[in-house]
């Protein structure tokens, strides 16, 4: 029977038993294929990992065997696989804001909420822009670098706020409060060196806690503005009066310059007209001093009628010379017996003096 089975399966007929004659078994071909499969796919996988790329916005971080290197040039770049590893940072402008919700704009009240100088309560949002400046710092420095600049942020915003008034925060200090916040971020960054950089920080909104306060808020404001109003309207009238007031100056200036000179024309022509009677007083002293009385005497007394009396007692009136002047006195006229030593009002005697002495006929 064996034989029998053996001969049957070597002229290649079935025996009773359901077995092929003829020859031994064929090989499957799935080993082979599977194979080449498992070898092809082994090559991608090492193809696809031995290979990175880096975007204009982005920087790596290339790990072999634990020790970090940064690489910032964009493109593709190659490394050994399965012992380097790559983690890209992105290092455009980023930012997340401190007091409220950036995507449901909800009010956080826990980050908002402050206390002033002046002892007021307030809500504050802020914005904090940010960008990773050193993507090995940022990534193995601290494990959560965004955290750390957050509290930072919080810290120095709380603490600057406490230093300045209320109507600052809420109306003119917002740039000057900016500023001094930002200032403080940079320097305590610079301390943690972390590996990320403050761009910017902005007050969003600033208002009071309570519809109350800021109703109050809101007249302080009014009343402020008002104030600014006057002042402007004050400014302009005084820009407006200012010329002409300036006008009236400059002409009286010019007016007391102009008497001035007159003045000291008039001086000096007193000066020369003085020096001119002095000179003529040396020549004859007893003639300009008895003609200076009488023109003094003509100015004091203008209606009088001076009588001159001699030693020896004899009177005549010599001035005012009524035959220049063409009027007559009718008193002389009608009163022939007054004498002249009538009122003491119409005469003036002149004591006896040789110099002095007027001879009469």
Known sequence: MKGDSFRNRRNGFETMDGEQSGGSKRKN??????????????FAVLALNSTYEIKEQEQAVLITLGQAQAVSEPGLHFKIPFIQQVRKVNTTIQGFAIGYNSESNEVDEDESLMITSDFNFIDVDFYVEYRYSDPVKALYASRDPLA??????????????????????????KNEIQASIKEMILGRLEEQDIGIQLVNITIQDSEPPTIEVMEAFKAVETAKQGKETALNNANKYRNEQLPSAQAKADGIIKDAEAQKTERINEATAQVARFNSMYQEYIKNPTVTRQRMFYEAMEDVLPDLKVIIESPSGNMQTIYPLESFTGTQETEDSTNPEETPQGPAQNRASVPPNDTDEIPVD
């Open 148 to 173: 750390i600049l957050r509290n930072i942020s919080q810290s120095c915003i709380r603490t600057v706020i406490g230093s300045y008034p209320v109507d600052d925060v809420l109306t003119t200090g």
């Open 29 to 42: 071909p799935t080993g082979k294929i599977v194979g080449i499969v498992a070898v092809i796919l082994i």
